[in-house]
């Protein structure tokens, strides 16, 4: 999907406008760059310590981590074939099923999600770098972490700046680079694999494995739903729907899936290595390798990161369109750039460890979403043919200003979902979890406290919910004439 050279050096001038069929090129196959430059990072690793606190077996973590991750970017797959079929961005092709003003509070969680995916990417790569120059002799403080700051900065803010092109030619560099340097990364780790203390952790129960499965569905696909036909848009509208969904899917999925394996088998060989990762989970790697290769682990560290920032500011920032800012594309993209600089202060600087605030983020952010991608999905299944561009923009038209069902039936599976999910991270938090006890799950202390179940149930209550009442709906702005 990579355009001319001339073209990857100019400013993006489409923002939230439908695409013209003028500029609608490639192939799905050429999904496969961006989707895994963006999840090929080896944050993926640090899943398999993350994944094993949960209480369970590396068999356990394993299948959970096979079926979450794959299942989640699905999802993600499904949501990019509106954006072949609609030609505009995921937040405005949401307006068909919220209606054009009553999408905003959809649009507003998908930009507070996806510039936290930017901050926490940039702060693992801030943190990455001043670790591994620690280790290196250079000394790893404030100044270290600032200039890391800096340059991570200039690649995302530039290429969500610059827009599309320039982005799909970063995102197959990246992919090349950090794939090659991955695969040797994990030939240097395997000796450190001791398949005997693998194989001799305990198996956990089943809500220690949904709990697990849920955490993968959040911090993967989950966490890209809500940007995932940002790409495909520029698809030919003849392209097909099925590679579409397999080239999002399996780009997706291939690396978190390989990545978290090598990770399980690391974090339970090294007891002291699986709790450095929640402190810092990209730099505890590095203290594995070799000294002579931890340039080049920061410089595959830091470019895997950066592809998932790149994807992340671009979609924030069509985001913050969406949701009624009056300024240039490339503008929301700076506006995204200032908070991600504040927010990695805090957290870089300031906060005491990584993996709390994290595991806090992705659940509570994680149900909303779910809800969100249910209705979105459950509308996407129920349509047979394309967009009415004007009316995803016209409050009047097919689509109406406010659909309170599909609004409604967000807010409600987001109450559930928060009742049934727990999150010790924030104080603030404490009161999720309400309804574990009323429905007889064992409250706030129970066994299915940590199984995150919220989200899972936002998901079908929000797409059982949009099936069951909302497909005369569809049918009848289907049969308006365009």
Same mark, same amino acid.
């Given at each position: 999907?990579?355009?001319?050279?001339? +073209?990857?050096?100019?400013?993006?001038?489409?923002?939230?406008?439908?695409?013209?069929?003028?500029?609608?090129?490639?192939?799905?196959?050429?999904?496969?760059?961006?989707?895994?430059?963006?999840?090929?990072?080896?944050?993926?690793?640090?899943?398999?310590?993350?994944?094993? +606190?949960?209480?369970?077996?590396?068999?356990?973590?394993?299948?959970?981590?096979?079926?979450?991750?794959?299942?989640?970017?699905?999802?993600?797959?499904?949501?990019?074939?509106?954006?072949?079929?609609?030609?505009?961005?995921?937040?405005?092709?949401?307006?068909?099923?919220?209606?054009?003003?009553?999408?905003?509070?959809?649009?507003?969680?998908? %930009?507070?999600?996806?510039? =936290?995916?930017?901050?926490?990417?940039?702060?693992?790569?801030?943190?990455?770098?001043?670790?591994?120059?620690?280790?290196?002799?250079?000394?790893?403080?404030?100044?270290?972490?600032?200039?890391?700051?800096?340059?991570?900065?200039?690649?995302?803010?530039?290429?969500?700046?610059?827009?599309?092109?320039?982005?799909?030619?970063?995102?197959?560099?990246?992919?090349?680079?950090?794939?090659?340097?991955?695969?040797?990364?994990?030939?240097?780790?395997?000796?450190?694999?001791?398949?005997?203390?693998?194989?001799?952790?305990?198996?956990?129960?089943?809500?220690?494995?949904?709990?697990?499965?849920?955490?993968?569905?959040?911090?993967?696909?989950? =966490?890209?739903?809500?940007?995932?036909?940002? #790409?495909?848009? #520029?698809?030919?509208?003849?392209?097909?729907?099925?590679?579409?969904?397999? %080239?999002?899917?399996?780009?997706?999925?291939?690396?978190?899936?390989?990545?978290? /394996?090598?990770?399980?088998?690391? +974090?339970?060989?090294?007891?002291?290595?699986?709790?450095?990762?929640?402190?810092?989970?990209?730099?505890?790697?590095?203290?594995?390798?070799?000294?002579?290769?931890?340039?080049?682990?920061?410089?595959?560290?830091?470019?895997?990161?950066?592809?998932?920032?790149?994807?992340?500011? #671009?979609?924030?920032?069509?985001?913050?369109?969406? $949701?009624?800012?009056?300024?240039?594309?490339?503008?929301?993209?700076?506006?995204?750039?200032?908070?991600?600089?504040?927010?990695?202060?805090?957290?870089?600087?300031? $906060?005491?460890?990584?993996?709390?605030?994290?595991?806090?983020?992705? /659940?509570?952010?994680?149900?909303?979403?779910?809800?969100?991608?249910?209705?979105?999905?459950?509308?996407?299944?129920?349509?047979?043919?394309? #967009?009415?561009?004007?009316?995803?923009?016209?409050?009047?038209?097919?689509?109406?200003?406010?659909?309170?069902?599909?609004?409604?039936?967000?807010?409600?599976?987001?109450?559930?979902?928060?009742?049934?999910?727990?999150?010790?991270?924030?104080?603030?938090?404490?009161?999720?979890?309400?309804?574990?006890?009323?429905?007889?799950?064992? =409250?706030?202390?129970?066994?299915?406290?940590? $199984?995150?179940?919220?989200?899972?149930?936002?998901?079908?209550?929000?797409?059982?919910?949009? %099936?069951?009442?909302?497909?005369?709906?569809?049918?009848?702005?289907?049969?308006?004439?365009?």
């Amino acid at each position: 999907m990579p355009g001319a050279d001339s +073209a990857a050096l100019q400013v993006e001038a489409n923002g939230i406008n439908v695409i013209g069929d003028d500029q609608r090129k490639g192939t799905p196959r050429q999904l496969f760059w961006p989707w895994f430059a963006a999840n090929v990072s080896v944050l993926g690793l640090s899943y398999g310590s993350f994944t094993l +606190a949960f209480g369970i077996s590396f068999w356990q973590a394993a299948i959970a981590a096979a079926i979450g991750i794959v299942f989640s970017f699905l999802l993600c797959g499904f949501v990019a074939v509106a954006g072949k079929r609609g030609s505009a961005p995921t937040m405005i092709l949401s307006r068909a099923a919220f209606g054009v003003r009553g999408n905003w509070l959809a649009t507003a969680i998908s %930009w507070v999600l996806t510039v =936290g995916w930017e901050t926490v990417l940039t702060v693992l790569a801030t943190l990455a770098t001043a670790t591994v120059f620690t280790q290196l002799g250079w000394g790893g403080g404030p100044v270290v972490k600032i200039v890391a700051l800096a340059v991570v900065l200039l690649l995302t803010v530039g290429g969500g700046v610059m827009g599309f092109d320039l982005i799909m030619r970063m995102q197959t560099v990246i992919t090349i680079v950090t794939a090659v340097l991955t695969v040797v990364f994990i030939a240097f780790v395997i000796p450190h694999i001791d398949w005997a203390k693998v194989s001799a952790i305990p198996g956990g129960s089943a809500a220690s494995v949904v709990g697990a499965l849920v955490f993968l569905m959040t911090g993967f696909g989950l =966490g890209w739903v809500n940007a995932a036909a940002d #790409y495909s848009r #520029y698809l030919p509208r003849t392209a097909s729907s099925r590679a579409v969904i397999g %080239w999002t899917t399996f780009g997706s999925a291939l690396a978190p899936v390989v990545l978290l /394996i090598a990770g399980l088998l690391l +974090a339970g060989s090294s007891p002291d290595l699986n709790k450095a990762v929640a402190e810092d989970p990209v730099g505890a790697l590095a203290s594995i390798l070799p000294t002579w290769y931890l340039v080049p682990f920061v410089i595959v560290a830091v470019l895997g990161l950066v592809g998932g920032c790149v994807l992340n500011i #671009y979609s924030s920032g069509l985001a913050l369109l969406a $949701a009624g800012l009056k300024t240039p594309r490339f503008a929301a993209a700076l506006i995204d750039g200032v908070v991600i600089v504040l927010g990695t202060i805090y957290v870089a600087f300031f $906060a005491d460890n990584f993996l709390g605030p994290f595991q806090g983020f992705l /659940i509570t952010l994680g149900t909303p979403i779910a809800a969100w991608c249910g209705v979105m999905l459950a509308d996407i299944a129920g349509r047979r043919g394309g #967009y009415s561009e004007a009316d995803l923009y016209d409050p009047k038209g097919r689509y109406g200003s406010v659909n309170w069902v599909a609004v409604s039936l967000v807010l409600v599976s987001t109450v559930v979902g928060w009742g049934l999910v727990t999150n010790t991270y924030a104080s603030w938090l404490s009161w999720q979890g309400y309804l574990l006890d009323p429905i007889g799950l064992g =409250g706030r202390e129970g066994a299915w406290a940590d $199984a995150n179940l919220g989200v899972l149930a936002a998901l079908v209550i929000g797409f059982a919910g949009t %099936w069951l009442t909302q497909r005369s709906r569809v049918r009848s702005q289907e049969l308006v004439a365009a």
